[in-house]
């Protein structure tokens, strides 16, 4: 296959922005980001200015309405925009960032979103880009558009357009599509500071990931917006605040398909808010329940739940044996070290999205009282 890359004058980010039709021979750039570390405290490349967050609303693979902005507002946001038929650059950037991801501690994965906007809408049907991102995290988020809906979007990233100009007319499923090859990583103030160029390692990862996910900011990075302050890393108090804290969500690897139980520790970090319903990709349904001790006069039981009230500064816990989830028929029986995407309905912070952690009931209580402990129970 003729491997094609590009450097595009006019469109420039230190000079040269990498366009590729999904080929190799970026890793040069890459190797400089690396060796930029030493000076931003990062191997990402500095992007000069910041890049603010775009707000743009693409359909998600489930075919619901995602405005990109609002959805992940207080979170560390990698945006990326590719196609499911390329051959090497894009899922190996997916693959790196995946992998990566899977081995950071649970509040430090939960604190990043993975975005994918496709370039080649034609062919990168929501059935078919679920599937294809499911395969590398099942958390990772799928968006589709129109040809010039999405290029409207890089226009006011200051990135090139996509290029159709290899599509043939004889065999219009067989093609290449020339699309900018680097991630953008937005920090919790909803500007992206540093980009990670096609060739970039996943030690490059490892490294980068746990920083911005700790609102670190890169050494010497320019300000953002008008009259911008001075950046400099980010100290824990100062970060923005969230709403809704999930220290810790584990799932006790279920006996069978039929249901399975999901424990988590909350903190309500602003008004009193109400956890009206969950979901889950992986379950037919969800429940939400309490269980009631027993005495002589009457058996233990199980109470269904409609809602949990959490008030404001509040650390909720679902535990074993009070206030849990259940999950029902799993599509598949998760096994330990698998990670199961959950959404969790306030009425007023709106959808969070977490991953359960799927692990051996003899660590649950362990791992429960931990995160209660991070939180100051």
């Excluded at 489930?62 to 902005?69: A, D, Y």
């Excluded at 890089?154 to 680097?182: C, F, N, W």
């Excluded at 010497?220 to 911008?228: D, F, L, Q």
């Excluded at 959404?343 to 649950?364: E, K, P, Q, S, T």
Aim: glycine share 10%; aromatic share 8%.
């Amino acid at each position: 296959m003729q491997l094609h890359h590009r450097l595009l004058a006019g469109l420039t980010l230190g000079g040269a922005l990498l366009f590729s039709a999904c080929g190799r021979g970026a890793g040069d750039k890459a190797g400089e980001s690396a060796d930029a570390a030493g000076t931003s405290g990062f191997r990402g490349v500095i992007t000069s200015p910041p890049r603010e967050k775009p707000d743009f609303t693409l359909t998600d693979f489930n075919g619901e309405p995602f405005n990109f902005r609002l959805a992940t507002n207080g979170k560390v946001t990698l945006l990326f925009f590719g196609y499911t038929h390329c051959p090497d650059v894009c899922p190996l950037h997916v693959a790196n960032v995946a992998a990566v991801l899977k081995k950071l501690p649970f509040e430090a994965r939960d604190a990043i979103r993975f975005v994918f906007v496709s370039t080649d809408p034609e062919r990168d049907t929501p059935a078919r880009l679920k599937e294809w991102l499911g395969n590398f995290d099942p958390t990772f988020i799928g968006l589709r558009g129109s040809v010039d809906e999405v290029n409207r979007i890089l226009y006011t990233l200051r990135m090139p357009p996509i290029d159709l100009s290899q599509k043939p007319a004889a065999a219009p499923q067989e093609y290449l599509v020339g699309h900018a090859a680097q991630v953008l990583a937005f920090s919790t103030d909803g500007y992206s500071r540093l980009e990670y160029p096609f060739g970039i390692r996943q030690d490059d990862w490892s490294h980068d990931l746990p920083k911005l996910a700790r609102g670190e900011l890169p050494n010497g990075s320019p300000p953002s917006g008008p009259g911008g302050v001075d950046l400099k890393p980010m100290a824990e108090s100062e970060a923005p605040a969230v709403a809704i804290r999930v220290a810790a969500a584990l799932m006790p690897q279920p006996a069978t398909t039929t249901e399975g139980a999901l424990y988590l520790v909350l903190r309500n970090g602003s008004s009193e808010d109400t956890l009206y319903a969950v979901e889950s990709p992986a379950a037919g349904r969800a429940s939400m329940h309490e269980t009631m001790p027993g005495d002589q006069q009457a058996m233990g039981h199980m109470m269904p739940l409609a809602e949990v009230v959490l008030r404001s500064g509040e650390t909720l816990q679902f535990l074993p044996g009070a206030r849990h989830i259940m999950l029902h028929d799993f599509k598949v029986r998760p096994s330990v070290g698998d990670a199961v995407p959950v959404r969790l309905r306030f009425r007023r912070a709106g959808d969070v999205i977490v991953v359960a952690n799927v692990v051996a009931y003899a660590d649950v209580e362990r791992m429960l009282t931990a995160a209660a402990s991070s939180l100051g129970q």
